[in-house]
């Protein structure tokens, strides 16, 4: 996410320097990926005019420039533009300059035997355009030797954030704004809505159903009528570009500007290419192709949440418009949609599709309920001030099952425990306070607090809370402790089954095992050869990863392989872990066991003793041993021969009418199928 420094001055005073603004986002658990100074980025290029040019001697696609850069003197310049002549007035990289698209220095040198001192720059040098047939001609009425970078009023200064999955509140200036003023204590100062809004006029244009009031809670409407679609002013375009989005038009620009302003995604629809006049939200249903704004036809489920007029879809909820409702240059009125679209369903959607926007990437994360009506009216005021329409009376708000605010308790004595500092309540009203946390009510030392729709997805539990008394306090403020406090009661930390697997692990290791831990995910056709009944993912990340194992070797195998084809020809491994499957209902069930194999050749050596392979039998005294050691009582043994083509013997030990392990000896001809040449025994012991 990208934020503007000059754009975020709209919402908030900022005194710090960028370093001092840089240490505080990152004191409030934000980090800063990035920080661009685009005056630095455009350090060394500089207005100038080009005072002749005569064609290079030695190069017929050359021309030699006598160039006034500002400098004090005529710069000589080799250029290769065929579109370069004298009176140009033109941009200028002096030496030291770094070009912004490739990233290399200026420096004098020698072409085709002519001296350069300096580079005529095309826009895409300059990464403002894709042009690269020739170098930029500016207006010849610039003074010579101006910084390019103050023609282009790019003064100002970009820091990447990164956002993680639970601060889909800070995918915006104002959001990012909020933060900034629980930092310095300023307050943030949001744009006013000019209009009313009045009146009733819109219900007659238009009309909005939702029919999947799960999919989609909140959704707002306003039109404006009589406008002309043309470019977006110049300070609009810097703000747009500031942060990496594209221009389109003033119409499409503004809805980006306010989507980047307060991280409500909006959508704008040609209004005369709603048909009957209505918007209806609905599940896709029947409708299984729908041709989106790139162009591309996309492959629906019948879940995908659709935007839909009287007679078609017109956008995909939340993720992307269409193509028969996109504005274009004959658009004269508008419809503007602000709704809140369910973060689960988008993102499955979004998914599904393979298909990511700006949008979806704010929805997925939760946006703030409470903000869809103004976003939309900002937007109009904007479109009608941008395009000279006018905004039509009255405001469509369809909010059927109205989304109450979530109350969420803070223990003062669990935040103590947890921060390791007291604080007071007084303190930490104030603290949750600067980030519009509400404080509702105190009783016997816990505090009760609203969350803003903003920080809904994310501030749910106690611990949420308290994590941000923490942070808004300053991490730097916990005081580290001469001694640390011990909790001697180790009844606290007690887990028997934990305890009782460790000793386990530190008996089998003693007996020469080494431990391994293989994927849980494994190759479904691999899996086939084991069982039928396996758990298959529905968005597998691999195609050699796309179901869940239902037992422990078949990853093993993958491990026993490499090791042989490596010419580690003994092997004796263990692992513990979970394997799942379809259980008779239909129910996935998962299973603990650990696991032990021995493979290839037994490595013990002596002149009584030739070396052999390993068998059943060296698996069957191990497991047997292991028994001993967890004082296993009634255990009976049950000897197999061959029972699948899988293996050549089986072992199974019971007690009281339980498994408690099974040992096989996979046949040759199954490992050979699998590409190991070497025996292979197996035991698996549940727990």
Not at 34 to 51: D, H, P, R, T
Not at 423 to 450: N, Q
Not at 572 to 580: A, D, I, M, P
Request: net charge negative.
């Amino acid at each position: 996410m990208k934020i503007s420094l000059n754009w975020l001055r709209n919402y908030i005073d900022i005194s710090l320097s960028v370093d001092e603004l840089v240490k505080g986002l990152t004191d409030l658990g934000i980090e800063v990926e990035s920080v661009e100074n685009q005056q630095e980025k455009l350090n060394k290029f500089v207005i100038g005019k080009v005072i002749e040019r005569s064609k290079h001697p030695n190069a017929d696609k050359l021309s030699v420039c006598k160039v006034d850069a500002g400098t004090g003197e005529i710069l000589n310049i080799v250029c290769g533009a065929p579109n370069v002549d004298a009176g140009q007035t033109v941009c200028v990289a002096l030496v030291g300059a770094i070009v912004p698209n490739g990233g290399f220095e200026i420096k004098k040198a020698k072409l085709r035997g002519e001296l350069s001192e300096g580079m005529i720059c095309s826009a895409k040098e300059l990464e403002l355009g894709d042009d690269h047939s020739g170098i930029m001609v500016l207006d010849t009425e610039l003074p010579v030797g101006t910084p390019f970078a103050e023609y282009l009023k790019q003064n100002d200064v970009i820091l990447e954030i990164g956002i993680t999955p639970n601060r889909g509140d800070l995918l915006s200036h104002i959001g990012v704004a909020r933060e900034l003023g629980a930092l310095t204590g300023n307050k943030i100062k949001e744009p006013l809505l000019k209009n009313d809004f009045s009146g009733s006029d819109i219900n007659s244009k238009i009309s909005v159903e939702i029919k999947n009031t799960k999919g989609c809670l909140r959704y707002c409407g306003s039109m404006v009528e009589g406008i002309t679609v043309k470019e977006s002013p110049e300070w609009m375009k810097s703000y747009l570009n500031s942060v990496g989005l594209r221009p389109i038009n003033n119409i499409v620009d503004v809805t980006n500007y306010v989507m980047m302003e307060c991280g409500q995604p909006l959508h704008a629809f040609d209004y005369e290419a709603i048909s009957g006049k209505k918007i209806i939200v609905r599940s896709s249903g029947s409708d299984n192709k729908f041709k989106t704004l790139d162009s591309k036809e996309r492959t629906l489920r019948d879940d995908v949440l659709m935007i839909c007029d009287g007679e078609k879809p017109v956008a995909l909820a939340g993720i992307m418009g269409g193509e028969n409702s996109e504005i274009s240059n004959s658009t004269t009125n508008v419809f503007i949609e602000s709704a809140y679209f369910d973060p689960v369903l988008t993102r499955l959607s979004s998914k599904y599709l393979g298909l990511q926007s700006d949008s979806s990437y704010r929805f997925e994360r939760g946006v703030d309920i409470d903000r869809t009506e103004w976003a939309c009216k900002r937007a109009a005021e904007l479109i009608a001030e941008l395009g000279g329409g006018k905004v039509t009376n009255g405001f469509i708000d369809n909010y059927p099952n109205r989304l109450n605010k979530l109350n969420v308790a803070l223990r003062l004595s669990h935040l103590k425990r947890i921060a390791g500092v007291e604080y007071s309540a007084d303190t930490v009203k104030e603290l949750l306070g600067r980030i519009d946390i509400k404080f509702i009510s105190e009783s016997d030392g816990a505090l009760l607090f609203e969350i803003p729709q903003s920080r809904r997805e994310d501030l749910t539990r106690e611990i949420d809370l308290v994590e941000d008394v923490i942070r808004l306090n300053g991490y730097d403020k916990i005081e580290i402790p001469e001694y640390d406090n011990l909790y001697l009661d180790t009844r606290d930390f007690a887990n028997r089954e934990y305890d009782n697997l460790r000793e386990v692990r530190k008996y089998i290791i003693g007996r020469g095992f080494k431990e391994v831990i293989s994927n849980t995910l494994v190759e479904e056709n691999f899996q086939k050869k084991f069982d039928e009944n396996y758990v298959s993912l529905m968005n597998p990340s691999s195609d050699k990863m796309n179901v869940l194992r239902s037992n422990l070797y078949i990853g093993m195998f993958e491990v026993i392989k490499l090791n042989f084809e490596n010419s580690n020809n003994s092997l004796k491994l263990f692992e513990t872990g979970n394997s799942f499957r379809i259980d008779e209902k239909g129910n996935i069930v998962e299973n603990r066991s650990i696991l032990m194999v021995m493979a290839g050749e037994r490595d013990i050596k002596s002149f009584s003793e030739k070396q052999r392979n390993f068998n059943i039998l060296d698996m069957a005294s191990e497991a047997e041993g292991l028994f001993g050691k967890l004082s296993v009582e009634n255990i009976k043994k049950y000897d197999y021969n061959a029972q699948n083509a899988m293996m050549d013997y089986s072992i199974e030990y019971k007690s009281r009418n339980n498994i408690i392990c099974n040992i096989i000896s996979f046949s040759g001809k199954f490992l050979n199928s699998i590409g190991i040449e070497r025996p292979v025994i197996i035991c698996q012991i549940p727990y």
